[in-house]
């Protein structure tokens, strides 16, 4: 089984553009959540989305935002791009059962990195 | 105050030796803990959940104390292979959102 997949690996934008990453999670599983990490911290909840609904937001402004389609796959996009904003982004699958979450937390794919110059 | 603490480190420890770390979190409301480890340029990874009562995998130990608000990991016979950065995790109010802590940088030496 596929685990979770996030397209693309590397991407190099400039400052004011627009950027969208995309994010599969794995079979079965309903819920994606997308993480920012930026170098040195720990990663920071942006959004979760379950059966097309956002379901949780993170401290992050407008200009992040995010939906998910029906086969759960999910999409992160981001406006108006600032150097700040140059992280790993990573999407995390769950069951979005909270007894599934509690006991084993989320799986998460091998991120986007994100360079903003 | 940030929602999970942890000391950044790093801790440099020889192969064999035993290492703890240790996180603070401020919700008391919080029902899920977790440790992951981090690779470096890699995703987080799943270590182990931490349970009220503790928790032990192999060479891994977890311990939760509610009262104080904070969750250990103990790592037992040091490997060269567990050199990463492991990250404590707590969720929030609800299921949809977990906390990261900054993570804890272990480095196994020879």
């Known amino acids: 089984d596929a685990g979770v997949t996030q397209s693309p690996t590397h991407l190099i934008k400039t400052r004011g553009q627009h950027v969208t990453l995309r994010c599969s999670p794995i079979s079965g599983h309903k819920s994606v959540s997308w993480y920012q990490q930026v170098l040195g911290q720990g990663p920071q909840f942006i959004f979760q989305?379950?059966?097309?609904?956002?379901?949780g937001r993170g401290n992050f402004p407008d200009r992040f935002s995010a939906r998910q389609f029906p086969n759960y796959s999910s999409e992160l996009n981001v406006n108006a791009l600032l150097l700040g904003d140059s992280a790993l982004y990573l999407c995390?699958?769950?069951?979005?059962?909270?007894?599934?979450?509690?006991?084993?937390?989320?799986?998460f794919g091998s991120g986007t990195r994100l360079t903003v110059v | 105050r940030k929602e999970v603490e942890q000391d950044p480190g790093p801790f440099n420890v020889p192969e064999g030796a035993t290492v703890a770390f240790n996180c603070t979190y401020s919700?008391?409301?919080?029902?899920?803990f977790f440790w992951y480890r981090q690779d470096c340029r890699k995703e987080p990874k799943l270590l182990m959940s931490?349970?009220?009562s503790g928790n032990e995998d192999g060479r891994f130990t977890a311990q939760l104390n509610r009262a104080s608000q904070y969750i250990s990991l103990l790592i037992r016979d040091s490997k060269l292979s567990d050199s990463a950065t492991y990250l404590c995790v707590v969720n929030g109010i609800s299921f949809n959102k977990f906390y990261f802590g900054s993570g804890t940088k272990l480095n196994v030496k020879p």
């Open positions: 989305y379950y059966e097309k609904e956002e379901r």
């Open positions: 931490v349970y009220s």
């Open positions: 919700n008391s409301a919080s029902q899920s």
């Open positions: 995390a699958s769950s069951l979005d059962r909270p007894s599934h979450i509690a006991n084993y937390g989320y799986t």
